[in-house]
């Protein structure tokens, strides 16, 4: 019987593959060269890329990509299908409503929430909650 890969390749640029392993809390795929705390939960059908971080009891929901170099700060949640920024930073205790965009090098701020569905465009500070405009 043949072995089964425990890791999924993905080809970004051609003839240079991104290999990414199954997280051990929530088996979603980590690349190589991203860092999780073993405490994160990365939902099966998130994705962290390389030069990520997540800290310590983070939660990244279904569907959502940290991209390049960006940073999840302890005990953050991320929702359902939201996309981190290349090089963003989300702050401890933060929360990211599902279908949210953080745009590129953005900064958010600890313990600061996001409602669902924002927009943030790159290289913003967002230093206060924000909320979906009516």
């Known amino acids: 019987m043949p072995r089964r890969r425990k890791y999924v390749e993905i080809e970004e640029v051609p003839g240079q593959p991104l290999r990414y392993y199954p997280h051990e809390r929530g088996g979603g795929m980590v690349a190589v060269g991203a860092t999780v705390a073993p405490t994160a939960f990365v939902h099966s059908r998130a994705y962290v890329d390389p030069g990520a971080q997540v800290g310590e009891d983070a939660h990244i929901g279904d569907g959502s990509w ?49 409602d669902a569905d924002v927009v943030v465009p790159d290289r913003v500070q967002v230093k206060e909650d924000l909320e979906l405009a009516a």
């Open 66 to 114: 940290i991209d390049r170099d960006a940073v999840v700060g302890e005990r953050a949640s991320i929702g359902t299908a939201v996309h981190i920024g290349p090089g963003a930073v989300v702050g401890h205790d933060a929360r990211i409503g599902s279908r949210a965009k953080i745009g590129r090098e953005v900064y958010v701020a600890p313990g600061v929430k996001i």
